[in-house]
């Protein structure tokens, strides 16, 4: 029993810290340094300025190399051409595989107005002109008949 008390004296003599007996003198309180000084907040600014200068960057590199495949580049549905109809109406040919559909575009609306196969290479631009001048005019007939009614 004896040798195991002076086991457990030596282990606690050991592990007890010395620095509490020692004596030192007393501290002088310092006040701390003030967290809204011109130092702190230059340091803050600047690293604020540093975050957005790597965001900015970091966005405008993902979007000139094309990192992020965009969603305009799919090769199942692509934008022929759009035209706007109204403040907030647009009219758009959309091409999915082998067939165009003429949509109208609304907030929170889309309608489709007509659907058509996809023309040849050398014939789309005039084909293109020709639905435009086809659905311009009967746009203009309906809004007419609108008009009268």
Do not use: Y
Not at 6 to 11: A, G, L, M
């Amino acid at each position: 029993m004896l040798k195991q008390f002076s086991v457990f004296f030596s282990c606690a003599l050991l592990t007890f810290p010395a620095q509490v007996l020692a004596e030192t003198a007393p501290k002088i309180p310092v006040a701390p340094e003030s967290l809204i000084g011109t130092d702190s907040m230059a340091k803050m600014i600047t690293g604020l300025l540093l975050v957005l200068g790597i965001i900015i960057i970091s966005t405008w590199a993902l979007k000139r190399f094309s990192i992020i495949p965009a969603i305009s580049s799919s090769s199942h549905l692509k934008i022929v051409a759009a035209t706007g109809v109204g403040q907030r109406e647009r009219v758009v040919i959309v091409e999915i595989g082998e067939t165009w559909l003429v949509l109208g575009v609304a907030p929170g609306q889309v309608t489709q107005l007509h659907t058509m196969e996809k023309p040849l290479p050398e014939t789309a631009n005039k084909t293109l002109q020709r639905t435009s001048s086809e659905f311009s005019h009967e746009l203009d007939k309906r809004i007419e008949k609108g008009k009268t009614d």
